[in-house]
């Protein structure tokens, strides 16, 4: 969460939904987080991920997991965010794709991190690999600023402590 907030400060044009009004921009970084419930799938939104501690963005998701776990979760605490994000590397899927949440303009999709070969200084090594695959609404975000800010989240992800700064 963290490192998508990093990329949306990197890239601050892809944090923007869509409506019948026209295109909207945000400053503040809400992003909403899947959660698989027994009454099926909600996405809580954690607000203002870039300006909260790693500490305190991950409280707050645990917070509303269990709420939503308990079907004690309000209504603003379900509206909002620009972006969501879900993660079912925990059940170790390798790679999937996430569908939109609208009028959010984009959804990452987390999978599990595997070892596997990789090319390190043109030598075989084992590394974690992990594969995020982003869907986005093309009307908000097209494909160049998708592959921008997907770059920054990497960019973000592979060096944690410019998270963390």
């Excluded at 295109?23 to 027994?38: E, F, L, Q």
């Excluded at 509206?79 to 990452?108: C, D, K």
Aim: glycine share 8%; aromatic share 4%; charged share 20%.
């Amino acid at each position: 969460m963290k490192a998508v907030a990093a990329a949306f400060a990197d890239v601050p044009e892809a944090n923007v939904t869509w409506s019948d009004e026209g295109m909207r921009k945000h400053r503040a970084v809400d992003i909403a987080v899947a959660v698989a419930t027994d009454g099926g799938l909600v996405t809580p939104v954690v607000r203002g991920v870039d300006a909260k501690s790693l500490t305190a963005v991950s409280s707050t998701i645990a917070e509303l997991v269990a709420k939503a776990k308990d079907k004690r979760l309000k209504q603003d605490e379900l509206e909002g965010g620009s972006f969501s994000v879900s993660n079912l590397g925990m059940y170790g899927t390798v790679e999937f794709s996430a569908i939109l949440n609208p009028p959010q303009s984009g959804i990452l999709a987390v999978g599990a991190a595997k070892q596997q070969p990789v090319v390190v200084d043109g030598e075989l090594a084992v590394g974690t690999v992990m594969r995020c695959t982003l869907s986005v609404d093309h009307r908000a975000v097209d494909g160049a600023l998708a592959a921008q800010w997907l770059a920054a989240f990497v960019r973000r992800i592979e060096n944690p402590l410019s998270i963390l700064l």
